[in-house]
């Protein structure tokens, strides 16, 4: 009797043995690869940027900035740095996001409730719309504008109306992913910093997955940035010509980058 005991005891503790190596073995499977950056080039980048929105468009490197009293709204050439155009917000904003739509640029503020709408060629300002809760990223994929507001959600609005119609919950498997900040639309994904650290999810817009990770650690040298929240915060993608660049809030550096695969 004792022996059979011990061999049914012995044949269930190989049965949940083998059962966590499977289940091991699926999540292993099923986690998202894993992508490095490579610098291409590297740009001049005003260091008393607090950036909260970066786009590409045209020739031209829009940049919205936070903080309140500072916050601004410019077009930059990237190659010098150099302003082409800014406009300020108001003292009591604290900027955020900014998407570049057609004719429009859209900025967020972060805790007004309160975004800006502007020419994209005079930046005159044409009007504002409002939001609940707090605004933080914005992007758009030519149609819809998908906003982020530092939870697991990205709201995404009718462009025209700049109305909610539908949520997406980003998870990467079954955890959500929280504090999604900066987004850019990249071939077909969203891309978000995660805020306060230097990951970079890739996002599936129809239903929320992470399909990709990238590690964006390493691209400034140690002491480059001293401030605590100069964090990776800023991803625009030049479509016209393929190109990603990846800066950071109080950054020195914008960094052109090409995505590489982790073996
Ligand atoms: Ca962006």
């Known amino acids: 009797m004792q022996s059979s005991r011990t061999s049914r005891s012995q044949t269930q503790g190989l049965k949940r043995a083998l059962a966590v190596c499977l289940a091991s073995a699926f999540a292993l499977a099923a986690a ?10 590297v740009y001049p980048h005003d260091s008393s940027s607090f950036t909260q929105g970066l786009e590409f468009h045209a020739g031209v490197l829009y940049e919205g900035t936070g903080r309140t ?9 990237l190659k010098t740095g150099q302003v082409i155009r800014a406009v300020p917000l108001e003292g009591k904003y604290f900027g955020e996001g900014i998407s570049v739509l057609g004719r429009r640029i859209c900025q967020l503020t972060w805790l007004n409730g309160k975004g800006f709408i502007y020419d994209a ?7 504002e719309f409002s939001y609940p809760g707090e ?5 758009n994929d030519g149609h ?4 982020s507001d530092g939870s697991n959600q990205i709201r995404v609005w009718d462009s025209a109306s700049l109305r909610e119609v539908r949520r997406i919950t980003v998870h990467d498997g079954e955890q959500t992913i929280d504090r999604l900040n900066e987004l850019e639309w990249v071939r077909g994904e969203i891309w978000a910093n995660v805020w306060h650290s230097d990951r970079i999810a890739r996002i599936s817009p129809a239903d929320g997955r992470v399909v990709g990770w990238i590690d964006a650690a390493g691209l400034l ?16 993608y030049d479509a016209t010509n393929n190109r990603i660049f990846v800066t950071g809030k109080l950054w020195p550096k914008i960094f052109e980058v090409r995505v590489v695969r982790q073996p």
């Open 32 to 41: 998202p690869p894993e992508y490095r950056l490579v610098v291409v080039h």
């Open 135 to 139: 605004g933080w990223g914005l992007a």
């Open 144 to 147: 819809l504008f998908y906003m």
């Open 221 to 236: 040298k140690p002491g480059e940035v001293t401030d605590p929240e100069a964090v990776l915060n800023g991803i625009a």
């Open 69 to 77: 009293g500072r916050s601004f709204l410019r077009g930059e050439n």
């Open 121 to 127: 060629s005079t930046f005159r300002r044409l009007g």
